[in-house]
């Protein structure tokens, strides 16, 4: 599962349970979270606690970066929405920590499902009106400037990995307007 900057920076706190919606998760209770995917750090109570004394929400930015991009991190975000996990604060409710965290990861093409009362990380096609778009962007300027590649002319596009190239050649914008041309039709 490979997430953007922006949405592991917006999900950081429902590993940690200090947004309010899933359970507080102590710094020892962190570690044996990410003890169970892999990982091996001991909380040391007398030496600053958590591993390079960091803070516990650093400690999960920090994991969560590194997991990126790996099958780990939809078994991760999977455990945090589990009924098990939810146990150990009855007050907290499931279903309203999946409603505020879809939203984040569908940005990304993820989403949790309800697989009778169980939730699933799931790629999910995109839908409406962006459906099956061309991925490649390009602008035509007087027929000889050419602006083109991956970059999406929006706001979010500062937080992604994007291409974009301007090209100076009337034959190569004849050949993009034939493109255009072509795609309007």
Known sequence: MKL???TIESIEEFVSG????????????ILKLFNKIGY???????????PNSLSRNDYVLEKLYDLNGQKKMAVLLKMIVDPRHFAQDNSKVIVDAVNKINPLIQQDGYRFEDLNGNF????FQPTGIYKNIMH?????ID???IVHGSYNWTNKARWNK??????????LAEK?????????R
């Open 162 to 171: 994007e291409t974009i190239t301007i090209d100076n050649s009337k034959e």
């Open 120 to 123: 699933d990380a799931k790629r």
């Open 4 to 6: 953007s900057d922006l």
């Open 136 to 140: 490649h962007k390009f602008c035509i």
């Open 40 to 50: 091996q750090d001991v909380y040391k109570y007398q030496d600053g606690g958590m």
């Open 143 to 145: 027929f000889k400037t």
């Open 18 to 29: 200090d947004n309010g919606l899933t359970p507080y998760l102590t710094g020892p209770k």
């Open 176 to 184: 993009f307007a034939r493109e255009f041309i072509k795609l309007i």
